[in-house]
């Protein structure tokens, strides 16, 4: 069936970098919007960058803006998500998602799907 496999997730000190990646299997992710949503401990998940089917343009949550960076590799059929200059608050379980549409309407949960089974990333010295 669908699935979707995130990895990439590490301990990191604050300051460092990681990439995460979401692969997509038996399916084409050329063909649907693409979300990264994060869940920290004891807190609701919340949406952090989404990348347009359209024009591959991304939206990104205000804490993140200028330090993550979504980007699509259509021949490995992944996501990327670049993480610059992690703050401890940004540890939490990853996830990625698959949404019909052309253009990211905000980081709500609304309409995605599909959703793989996280990846930890923790900041932490």
């Known amino acids: 069936q669908v699935q979707i496999v995130e990895s990439g997730g590490d301990l990191v000190q604050p300051g460092g970098s990681l990439r995460l990646s979401c692969t997509g299997s038996r399916f084409s992710m050329d063909y649907w919007l693409i979300g990264w949503f994060r869940q920290a401990p004891g807190k609701e998940r919340e949406g952090v960058s989404c990348i347009n089917l359209s024009d591959d343009g991304a939206t990104y949550a205000d804490s993140v803006k200028g330090r993550f960076t979504i980007s699509r590799d259509r021949t490995k059929n992944t996501v990327y998500l670049q993480m610059n200059n992690l703050k401890p608050e940004d540890t939490a379980v990853y996830y990625c998602?698959?949404?019909?549409?052309?253009?990211?309407?905000?980081?709500?949960?609304?309409?995605?799907?599909?959703w793989g089974q996280g990846t930890q990333v923790t900041v932490s010295s």
């Open positions: 998602a698959r949404r019909f549409g052309q253009v990211c309407s905000g980081l709500t949960e609304d309409g995605f799907g599909s």
